[in-house]
């Protein structure tokens, strides 16, 4: 890997990085801002009560798949569950409805096969998952944890075995700190070192729930819910990468400037 592809990979992550972080801090603020806010008094109590590391194993085909089979397998698998299941834990009648869609919860997922710790990369995968982060509404995340059997790990994780018919485990672990969100979503974002390739980037990172009038944050938030889709506006933050890395003096990567790149891709 040459010097200009290894920053240029590290812009895609950060890029990513910094606009899901802008997200969830941006969230947070929004429900505090409400006249009728009742959570936690600050920004970073918020986080410490509702914010969770979010790790998702799929069911298990037993054999190797190409890449982008197993990016569009694992984002239909959690589509369902989050639509079907994970969503409706969050309010008392658990059935979600026009009225109670403000509550639920924002979840981020990345994409991620076995190796790229190790910056392994052999085009298929036998173990697809996610890594990313779930930002539960300060009224739901008591009435979420009590709705569901999970078993307390040694190291403050929660385990919750097979949630649905097409997930084996979900993993949520509280992260209390700003520090803790950047450094998990650096762990979540790693495998973005090999997007640039079109045969990996079909579904890499996706944000729920999608846009809805029905769901406030992102009409209070247009320049977020502008890269609200799926999947994620790839493209378009690797080529704010690629110009940041052939710039003699490159802006920091904000989230203006990521969807700035989103917009000048679309038009």
Aim: contains cysteine; glycine residues 2%; charged residues 20%.
């Amino acid at each position: 890997m040459t010097n200009n592809t290894a920053k240029f990979n590290r812009d895609i992550r950060q890029a990513f990085i910094e606009f899901f972080s802008e997200i969830i801090t941006s969230k947070i603020k929004y429900e505090m801002s409400s006249p009728n806010y009742t959570g936690p008094d600050t920004v970073e109590q918020y986080r410490k009560n509702c914010l969770f590391a979010l790790t998702v194993q799929p069911n298990s085909s037993g054999y190797a798949t190409s890449v982008i089979s197993a990016q569009r397998m694992i984002e239909r698998k959690f589509s369902e569950y989050y639509a079907q299941s994970f969503r409706h834990r969050c309010v008392h009648n658990l059935a979600m409805s026009n009225r109670t869609k403000f509550l639920q919860p924002i979840v981020i997922t990345c994409f991620d096969v076995e190796g790229t710790r190790y910056r392994q990369d052999h085009g298929s995968t036998s173990i697809p998952h996610y890594h990313g982060l779930v930002l539960f509404h300060h009224d739901t995340t008591d009435l979420f944890f009590r709705r569901l059997r999970y078993e307390a790990l040694d190291d403050g994780a929660y385990r919750i075995t097979r949630p649905h018919s097409s997930i084996n485990s979900i993993l949520l672990k509280n992260i209390p700190t700003e520090n803790d969100m950047s450094a998990f979503l650096s762990y979540s974002t790693k495998y973005s070192s090999i997007l640039t390739r079109t045969s990996c980037n079909d579904s890499p990172f996706n944000i729920y729930p999608f846009r809805s009038k029905y769901f406030p944050f992102w009409n209070e938030y247009p320049l977020l819910s502008e890269n609200v889709s799926a999947p994620m506006e790839l493209d378009a933050i690797a080529a704010l990468a690629k110009s940041l890395n052939s710039s003699a003096a490159p802006k920091p990567i904000t989230h203006a400037s990521v969807t700035d790149a989103a917009s000048n891709s679309r038009a």
